[in-house]
């Protein structure tokens, strides 16, 4: 077969050959229990960058609705199935194949979703988030960013960017996905200015 099914933190997820999918399970799962004690408030969830559905299945109970939205092929078709294969994240998810500077733009997601009382996870690859994915967050301020790099320099600019349009950096994690290496993942809690 063309895919493996992988275990993490109580889910089950099909993940393609092509599809991305974080190697270091242990750290993955680590990665899973602090994005979910961030997300303590009952708000509506957007997954940017969801990939095969890794948060999108693992936080969707904390969340009364969910946007999930992947533009890889592989990776969307593994998002649709596994979120299918879920009752709780199939009831309450929208899955959209468009990128995210297209879902950000997108007219019909701006008044659907309610943006402004959202949490919104990135996961972004190594080169961060385009100047237009960072400006349509500065214009739609969800309530909070929970924002996951693999890359500490272009974390940095994005969250020197989101910090001067008005969000306040809150909370950060360093998480280890490849023990013994300069390589590091981290994990940061951004909050709309004055919702702390």
Same mark, same amino acid.
């Given at each position: ?45 957007? =997954? !940017?960058?969801?990939? /095969?559905?890794?948060?999108?299945? @693992? ?5 009364? *609705?969910? +946007?999930? $939205? #992947? ?6 078709? =593994? !998002?649709?199935?596994? /979120?299918?294969?879920?009752?709780? @994240? ?5 899955? *959209?194949? +468009?990128? $995210? #500077? ?26 961060? +988030? ?67």
């Amino acid at each position: 077969r063309d895919y493996l099914v992988v275990q993490v933190a109580g889910h089950s997820y099909r993940v393609g050959h092509q599809s991305f999918f974080q190697g270091n399970l242990a750290a993955a799962e680590d990665a899973v229990a602090t994005l979910r004690a961030w997300l303590t408030e009952n708000r509506p969830l957007a =997954d !940017l960058y969801a990939g /095969v559905g890794l948060f999108t299945l @693992a936080c969707a109970d904390l969340a009364p *609705r969910v +946007l999930a $939205v #992947e533009a890889g092929e592989s990776a969307f078709h =593994d !998002l649709e199935n596994n /979120v299918r294969r879920d009752q709780v @994240a199939r009831d309450r998810t929208t899955t *959209r194949r +468009l990128t $995210v #500077e297209a879902a950000l733009a997108d007219a019909g997601l701006r008044a659907e979703f309610p943006w402004a009382e959202a949490a919104v996870i990135l996961d972004p690859p190594r080169t961060g +988030l385009g100047k237009p994915a960072l400006t349509a967050l500065a214009e739609l301020r969800p309530a909070r960013l929970l924002y996951l790099s693999c890359d500490p320099a272009t974390l940095a600019r994005d969250c020197a960017a989101l910090v001067k349009s008005g969000f306040e950096l809150q909370r950060v994690r360093e998480l280890t996905m490849f023990p013994q290496t300069a390589n590091l993942e981290t994990l940061v809690l951004l909050a709309r200015a004055g919702d702390a």
